[in-house]
């Protein structure tokens, strides 16, 4: 029996600017059309590090992390390789030389994925003309691709990736790392489902069976909403997968966030587009949902479009932060929810910024308590950073 709650959040502009807003940090802002952030300790030194498509420079970054005494600075960068429309952008060792390669996922009319491969001497990291870039035949002009995760699916010790595209045949599907992954014309493409318009893929062992499954969603068409597909397990992965409704079934969802609890119990945070954020609990081997709840909030804000869970305050409670597109005139694209159940979000970016992405929640000053990492693609702020003033 699942548990059905609707907050309504409706705040006026008094609420809104009587919260002081945050101090941004652009690592960088050359750029135009940052799409993405992900994350990975390149250098092995401790601190993560980034990666960025640039859509409309056509360009893929990485950005080294300085440290702590650094980070408000820009960050040392390298252009690890120039492609059209590159919608998403991943860190995976694919030929496991021990260096860190980038994967590009691209849309518009270039509709293919790529390896840019890192140089095999640590040294080179930053060397730009050392990066080789290489499409993957079996994607080559087949979709408009707009994500991918690394993940070893089929269990022989090898990096497979997991990608989804949007628009007409969108699909979602596993490609199959080759014995010589370098050899790129041998990776196999296997299709799992059909999709509308691929957000967010996430890639973990859902019903604690030892083997990778796939959560992703799906924001357009009839069938959007988040669900899971199960391995089939047992080196049988070309085998029929499960396909389960989590949550969310017609709706406009957007990125979300995962959290395990007790590992019995899966929560997932998802942000819809109509302004709204909804939470689904279920357990891991039966799936079936536990609590459903739903946040709206009003139009002092963009339409949402991603939301992390994490304790910003550290009063050890959840938060939330939720970021925005069409966050026009003084609207606010990025706030939080103290608690995740307050009736009083408050804005961190205020009124700069109109169309942010994904988010990730870190310390990045060293401090103790987690930033928020973002980027933003209409006001060209580029690749940044929000400085917690909580704690």
Request: hydrophobic share 35%.
């Amino acid at each position: 029996m699942s548990r059905r709650i609707i907050a309504q959040w409706l705040l006026g502009s008094l609420c809104l600017c009587s919260q002081a807003e945050w101090a941004r940090h652009t690592i960088d802002g050359t750029q135009q059309g940052a799409d993405g952030v992900r994350l990975a300790d390149v250098n092995r030194d401790g601190w993560q590090d980034i990666v960025t498509g640039w859509e409309e420079s056509g360009q893929v970054r990485v950005y080294q992390n300085p440290g702590p005494k650094k980070a408000r600075q820009p960050w040392p960068a390298v252009t690890v390789g120039k492609v059209p429309s590159p919608e998403d952008a991943v860190f995976a060792d694919l030929d496991q030389d021990g260096q860190m390669d980038v994967i590009s996922s691209c849309e518009g009319s270039n509709r293919s994925v790529y390896v840019h491969w890192a140089p095999i001497e640590s040294g080179d990291y930053r060397n730009a003309s050392r990066w080789e870039t290489e499409p993957i035949p079996a994607l080559q002009g087949r979709a408009m691709w707009m994500f991918t995760t690394p993940g070893d699916i089929n269990g022989d010790g090898r990096t497979d990736l997991v990608v989804g595209s949007k628009g007409k045949e969108a699909t979602i599907g596993w490609l199959e790392a080759p014995t010589s992954p370098r050899k790129l014309v041998d990776w196999q493409w296997h299709p799992l489902q059909a999709i509308g318009w691929i957000m967010t893929i996430r890639v973990m062992d859902m019903d604690r069976d030892g083997d990778l499954d796939i959560l992703f969603s799906d924001r357009k068409e009839r069938a959007s909403g988040i669900y899971a597909l199960i391995n089939p397990s047992n080196g049988q992965s070309m085998g029929f997968w499960k396909k389960i409704l989590i949550g969310a079934r017609g709706e406009e969802v957007m990125f979300m966030d995962v959290l395990s609890k007790e590992e019995k119990t899966w929560s997932i945070w998802a942000a819809i587009r109509s302004r709204q954020i909804q939470r689904f609990t279920f357990q891991t081997e039966s799936f079936e949902r536990t609590q459903e709840s739903i946040w709206k909030f009003g139009d002092d804000f963009g339409t949402a479009k991603a939301v992390v869970a994490g304790d910003l305050d550290s009063d050890g409670k959840m938060d939330l932060v939720v970021s925005c597109e069409n966050a026009n005139d003084a609207k606010s694209g990025v706030f939080w929810l103290p608690r995740a159940e307050t009736t009083k979000p408050r804005s961190i970016s205020g009124s700069k910024g109109v169309k942010f992405d994904r988010m990730e929640l870190i310390d990045l000053d060293g401090d103790g308590d987690l930033d928020i990492l973002t980027c933003e693609e209409r006001d060209l702020l580029g690749v940044l950073w929000y400085e917690n003033p909580l704690y």
